[in-house]
């Protein structure tokens, strides 16, 4: 029951990150699977409130049908983004009752144990990398996901170079899997 | 603001008569718009929980990008199905937290006044007309929306010929209608 779930602000490197601890441990011979959220699309011209609704609902789906079933399979689950970008952006920066989302996805994740790893970049940086993103909302959320994760994730430093940023995910992922075998 | 919701047991008649109401209402010259619950496709395999959530998700980007809308230009709006139906199936059936549901439900429904027809079909008569339903499940269906509705719907006897049943729902239909003018 090891499941590693990547947060982190627009352009923080979650995706390449994560792919990147798959294909390690894949190739290290544990059985690993890796998702993305949103599974399903999401469609345009939703609230915030419809947007959490159908994140929540793809999630719910994405839980029922492939993260529980490989996770009772022994299996590592890798996922790129899940509830906590919910909360980020939908509950702290869209105004979203956070209790109700909360009480909602608690009922998805149900007693599974998880991981959460912060990719921390700082707002200028990932403006500098995508700078169709708009400064004032990254800071938002950079502050909504420390204030939700304080204390409860692997923070890691993703203002470094891709490789130094692997190499600390890789130091704790490893000592997770390991603690399962 | 005139929002009438058609409910009842598959095989009630409800797309039927909606339909027919919807074009009753046109050619009177009254301004109307016709919906059919779930907007967007629910993926297979999903848990009553999930489907919940997906039901609600599609209801909610219904309300905000057509039905408010809609009333707020004063038209009718004729919906097929809505939030009782996933109170009935989802919830008393499927054993979902009623709670729950009501209150994310009534954040979409707001305060917009609705009219609920129930189109109320024996189970017997319904499973003569579809013979792949289950007997056992549509009798609990429909003691789950006399349950919801009691008090709060019109019931109409859908037992009867579709020109009768039509005619029930056209003289009430009528009257809500006039009354907005």
């Given at each position: 029951?090891k499941l590693l779930i990547f947060e982190g602000?627009?352009?923080?490197?979650k995706?390449?990150?994560a792919?990147?601890l798959?294909?390690?441990?894949?190739?290290?011979?544990?059985?690993?699977?890796f998702y993305k959220e949103?599974?399903?699309?999401?469609?345009?011209?939703?609230?915030?409130?419809?947007?959490?609704?159908?994140?929540?609902?793809?999630r719910?789906?994405?839980?029922?049908?492939?993260i529980?079933?490989?996770?009772?399979?022994?299996?590592?689950v890798i996922l790129d983004r899940s509830f906590i970008s919910?909360?980020?952006?939908?509950?702290?920066?869209?105004?979203?009752?956070?209790?109700?989302?909360?009480?909602?996805?608690?009922?998805?994740l149900?007693?599974i144990k998880f991981y959460v790893f912060y990719l921390?970049?700082?707002?200028?940086?990932?403006?500098?990398?995508?700078?169709?993103?708009?400064?004032?909302?990254?800071?938002?959320?950079?502050?909504?996901?420390?204030?939700?994760l304080?204390?409860k994730a692997y923070?890691?430093?993703?203002?470094?170079?891709?490789?130094?940023?692997?190499?600390?995910?890789?130091?704790?992922a490893?000592?997770i899997?390991?603690?399962?075998?």
């Amino acid at each position: 029951m090891k499941l590693l779930i990547f947060e982190g602000i627009d352009g923080a490197g979650k995706t390449t990150i994560a792919k990147k601890l798959y294909e390690y441990l894949l190739n290290q011979g544990i059985p690993t699977t890796f998702y993305k959220e949103p599974h399903h699309d999401i469609p345009p011209n939703s609230s915030p409130f419809t947007q959490m609704l159908f994140f929540t609902a793809s999630r719910s789906w994405l839980f029922e049908n492939h993260i529980k079933p490989d996770l009772q399979q022994g299996k590592v689950v890798i996922l790129d983004r899940s509830f906590i970008s919910t909360l980020a952006y939908q509950c702290l920066l869209g105004g979203v009752d956070l209790t109700l989302t909360l009480e909602l996805n608690k009922k998805i994740l149900d007693d599974i144990k998880f991981y959460v790893f912060y990719l921390d970049l700082s707002p200028e940086i990932a403006y500098q990398r995508k700078p169709e993103l708009d400064l004032e909302t990254l800071e938002k959320l950079r502050n909504a996901y420390l204030q939700l994760l304080k204390g409860k994730a692997y923070i890691i430093n993703a203002s470094n170079e891709l490789d130094k940023v692997f190499n600390s995910v890789k130091l704790i992922a490893d000592e997770i899997v390991r603690a399962s075998l």
